[in-house]
Every structure is written in C-alpha cells, then in structure tokens.
C-alpha cells in the first residue's frame, strides 16, 4: 500500500494477501493473474483445491503457488513446495474482504480469520485521529486493517460529546453545529485523509441535530479525497432518497451501510430505490449481514424517544453485559449505565430478500469485546455460505465468493492501491 504521507493503506500484510486456511474453505486472494508456473520450489503450495475466482470466472482443480507472500501460480499441474497444503475437496477462494467491522483488536481478528476474513475495515463510524488508529496497530495483525475518517467522532470531538464510546452521548449527536464548528470537522477529515484514511464515515442516524446540509458538505470532503462516504443513514425510505440526493448534489460515491438494518419492512423499497439511483448513472453500493438482529450502544440517539415506547417493545432489546431480555425500568438503568445492546427486529424474509438482492456486499457489522458481543464478527461469511448457499440456494457459490471478496474490493480500488 502506499505510505501514509501519500495516501490512503492498510495495516498488516497486503490488502489482498495470501490466508491461511479457514473451516472448509481455504481464503486466498490475488492482486493480479499470475504467471505461468515456474519450474522451481514455491514457499507453498496449496494443491487440489477448487479454485474459484469471481473476477476471472474461473472454476476448476488447480494448484497455487505462493513466494514471498504473493500468488507466484495458478497451474493445471502440481507445483513443488517448501509445505504443500491438499485441498482436495475444499475450496480456494480470495480472502473474504469486511467493509463494516467494528471490532479492530486482536480478540476480533482473530474471530474474523476464522470466518474466511483476511481484511476487515472499520469505515461506518470511523475515527477522528486516523495517525493515531494506525500507530495503535503498526506491530502488525492477523487480518490486513483500515479505517475511515468518520463524521460522528469529528462532530463528538468539535461539539464536546460526553459519550465514551463509539457513538454520541449528547451533544455530539443532538447538537447543531455551527459554520465554524463544521469548518473544523471539514478540517478533520481533510487531516484523516491525508494520513490514509480508507473512506469518510458518517452515522446521520447518530447525528439527529446534523442538518442534510451538514452531511451534504461533508460528503464534499470525501468527493475532494477521492474516498467513499459510508453511512448509517437515518430514516425511512424518505431519508434514504434525500441521502443518495445529497450525495448525487455533493458528486460523491455513496455506500449505504447494512441495508438489512436500515430498511426494516421497508428493504423492497430500499433496493429498488438503489437500483434507480444505480441505473441512473449514479455511485451507490450497499451491504447486509445475515442475522435479524441488529447490535448498537443503548446511550446512543436512536433511542432518544425511549419513554414513549409501549412495554412490550423493551422486550426486543437485549443488553449484551448480562444478556438479559430488557423491561421498561431495566432499559431505563441500562440506559444511564451505557453498554451495548441487541435489537430482535426483523423477520427472516426480510434479512434473505437483503442477501439475495445482487445489490448487497457481505459486511458483518461485527463488534466482539471481552467474549460478548453479536454473533456477526464470527459467523457471518459462515452463515451466507451454509445457509444461504448450501442449505437454501439463496446465492449460488460464485456469487456469494464475488459479494466478499471482487465487491468490496472494488468499492474501496478507487482510493486504495491493490496492488505494490
């Protein structure tokens, strides 16, 4: 990747670096097509395997041969190597590419390697001080990492946001900030890009007191940086059609985050809105996880209008700390004690009718700490390829490798160098 007085990279190996194997499936990825096999030794070999490659469209046995931490050869013969790995009966697919994972430390890499993930980025929320978010990681991970520069931590910092976490816990996300005070977060994310920021995050949905305006000049910054703008976007439908109105005005690439969370009962009208703005002409991706339940902070501004909420709603959410199913008075504690939450709000159909849409990239949403969290750090690509592919045929096997891997990859090549 580039030096980060250069521009946007990633921590740890290369963005598309070799993986180990994972469960039944061995995650390999590529920068290019190799050449043909030399008549040397490889460092390895991983030999037999069901090579499938969403770009190339290649499917078949072949044998890959690995030097230096790169894909020397994909070869219809056997290669000769320091170790050979038999993958027969296994598939040899390019390593699984996260686009929305929250949980950037060691505990979770280790979790999403497991789950076939060999790069996991953190572009939703994002952070405020990206010099400082990789220094934190330059001894190098398991997975390959990148972030954003993100809206909500710049608008918590500008406005003085009490919130400890990831996501306002006042004034950071209810606040209406000035001309001054936007022209300071405008300079944060400048600053974030300059220093290698993958994209420029934003919560809209966590930022209630952010004016359209205040997300429309923000996503300026991000056209002027050459970076997607990744959103949680607040609303319905309504709110989806002006935030792809607002990114059109700004000239930006626009990903919506998670639509499966997003939309609700709502995802029919949600894709179809994608696929116009799409067909239009316009840059608009989106992704979705394969769970009904959602994961969020219980301090954050999406539980503002708690106090009106019937009873029998509290029984939806599930504080993660205890794993308790919640009441009125103990969603009322946990709200003033903080912590993570569990949302039980969707149906099945509409979390497949996200996954089958050819719209939708594989991305976790992924946050695990200390042992508890949401069962999506671990088991989403897993549960795309059992159940939506072997089990039900949602996805055929080559569609859902290229929603984890040629997808992601894309959305980011723009500001990311694939290649050394």
């Avoid at 505990?107 to 939703?124: C, I, K, N, P």
């Avoid at 300079?187 to 305006?213: C, D, M, N, Q, R």
């Avoid at 919506?256 to 969370?261: K, P, Y």
């Avoid at 179809?272 to 067909?279: Q, S, V």
Wanted: net charge neutral; with cysteine; charged share 20%.
């Amino acid at each position: 990747m580039r030096s980060r007085d250069r521009g946007p990279r990633t921590g740890g190996t290369p963005l598309l670096a070799a993986a180990l194997p994972v469960a039944a499936l061995l995650a390999l990825a590529a920068c290019s097509a190799p050449p043909a096999p030399a008549a040397d030794t490889y460092d390895l070999v991983i030999a037999n395997g069901r090579v499938m490659d969403p770009e190339s469209k290649l499917d078949a046995v072949r044998h890959v041969g690995i030097r230096a931490g790169r894909i020397q050869a994909i070869s219809e013969i056997p290669l000769q190597g320091t170790k050979v790995v038999d993958a027969a009966n296994h598939v040899v697919a390019p390593g699984f590419v996260d686009l929305h994972e929250h949980g950037q430390q060691e505990e979770s890499y280790a979790m999403m390697a497991r789950d076939g993930v060999t790069s996991a980025f953190e572009l939703e929320v994002g952070t405020s001080d990206v010099a400082a978010w990789y220094d934190a990681r330059k001894a190098g991970q398991i997975v390959n990492f990148g972030v954003s520069v993100g809206h909500v931590p710049a608008r918590m910092k500008v406005l003085g946001d009490p919130g400890k976490g990831l996501l306002p816990a006042g004034i950071g996300g209810s606040g209406t900030a000035t001309d001054a005070q936007m022209a300071d977060m405008e300079a944060i994310l400048k600053k974030g890009l300059a220093e290698g920021a993958v994209a420029v995050g934003f919560g809209s949905a966590y930022t209630p007191g952010a004016a359209l305006s205040e997300i429309e000049r923000m996503f300026r910054v991000a056209t002027g940086g050459n970076a997607s703008a990744h959103i949680h976007m607040r609303g319905d439908i309504t709110g989806l059609q002006e935030t792809i109105a607002a990114a059109k005005a700004a000239g930006a690439a626009l990903h919506i985050v998670h639509v499966n969370s997003s939309a609700g009962d709502q995802i029919d009208q949600f894709l179809a809105a994608i696929r116009a703005a799409r067909d239009a002409g316009q840059d608009v991706t989106t992704e979705a996880y394969p769970y009904g339940a959602g994961m969020t902070e219980i301090q954050s501004a999406l539980f503002d209008d708690w106090k009106t909420w019937p009873d029998e709603r509290f029984g939806l959410h599930q504080l993660v700390r205890t794993g308790e199913r919640l009441t009125r008075a103990t969603f009322a504690k946990a709200r003033v004690e903080g912590g993570a939450i569990i949302i039980h709000g969707r149906s099945e159909a509409q979390t497949r009718a996200a996954i089958a849409s050819p719209l939708s990239m594989i991305a976790s949403d992924g946050f695990i700490e200390n042992g508890r969290g949401h069962p999506r750090t671990s088991g989403t690509f897993a549960k795309v390829l059992g159940k939506y592919v072997r089990d039900e045929h949602t996805l055929g096997l080559m569609d859902a490798i290229e929603r984890m891997t040629l997808m992601p990859a894309k959305r980011l090549e723009q500001r990311v160098q694939r290649c050394q």
